[in-house]
Structures are given as structure tokens and as C-alpha cells.
């Protein structure tokens, strides 16, 4: 069985500037999405801790849902990660990107799925947290040709799931 670890963009702080990174995207006001440009890099970053549930040493799936303006073109995506379990170090950097494209749909009411590959979760555990950076690559990857604003509904994070969950040694 699969569930997902969800930030809906109505939750994720969209600023000031995650280090190292692009400026924060903007927010609809009417959905609270978060809208990122189609003119420059834009970042937004976020903290994920493993739910007692979760199937250790398995993977985990995040993914985009996201809503595109009509018209025509690609967008380019970059997601980075890193894990530590709770005592242990994180890694003096995030891992490597994953670089996606997303076709625009061409519907301005079309739901786009957009997965951002697997996250090797092996040797990790319940509770382990996961810090992760999302990038909209807009000025600096000429692959993303279109210029609107995509606005992001949600990133979620599936997993799979082993149990109904533990007693934490905290309680």
C-alpha cells in the first residue's frame, strides 16, 4: 500500500530566498498556489519527516501536482534532497538534482501529475527527515520555453506503508 506525505502549496512559506537558490515564487490569492515565474529561477524549500507507518529501507516518490495557464511549451524542474536519521548527520550538501521537464497541457484546467523520480531510502528509518528543495528552472535551463507563471497545488512524498504505526519512545 502507498500514501502520501503532502505539503500543499497553501502551506509552504514561499519566502525569503532558500540559500543558495532563486528567489521564492509568488501565491495566488485566490488558492493559495504558489505561482512560479516563467521569466526567472524560483525556489521553494521544505522540511518531511517519516511517518512511523512508513516501510523502512523502502523508497519514496515525490512528486508534483501543478496547474498550467493555456498556451504551449516545457518547464524545466529541480529537486534536491537530504536525509539523515534522528543521531545521525545530514550530508554536507544536498544529493545531486533530478532535472525534470513538464509539457504544458495545453488546458487551463487540467490537473498535471509530474513525478520527481525515487529517493533511495535505504538504511534510513522511522522518523528520518528529509529536507528538500523545489526549483522552477525558468532562466537558467533554455529547455523551459514557456513563459507564464505554472502554479504548484501540491508536492507530496509517497511511500509505502507497513504497519498502522508505533508508539514513539517520546509519549
Known sequence: RWEDLSFPASGIFAGPEVEGAGSPPG????TGALKFSGIQDETVGGIAEMRHRWLPDSIVRPH??????????????????NVANIGEDFAGSYTAATTITVANPGNALR???????????????????????????????????????VHLLCLDFAYQVQKAGTVPDLV
Open 64 to 81: 508534483m501536482h501543478l496547474l498550467f495557464p493555456d498556451g504551449v511549451g516545457n518547464t524545466r524542474w529541480s529537486f534536491e534532497y
Open 111 to 149: 490537473h498535471v501529475y509530474a513525478s520527481l523520480g525515487d529517493i533511495d531510502m535505504t538504511n534510513y528509518e522511522e522518523s528520518c527527515v528529509i529536507l528538500w528543495k523545489l526549483s522552477r528552472l525558468s532562466s537558467s535551463d533554455a529547455a523551459d520555453d514557456f513563459e507564464d507563471v
Open 27 to 30: 501565491r495566488d490569492t485566490a
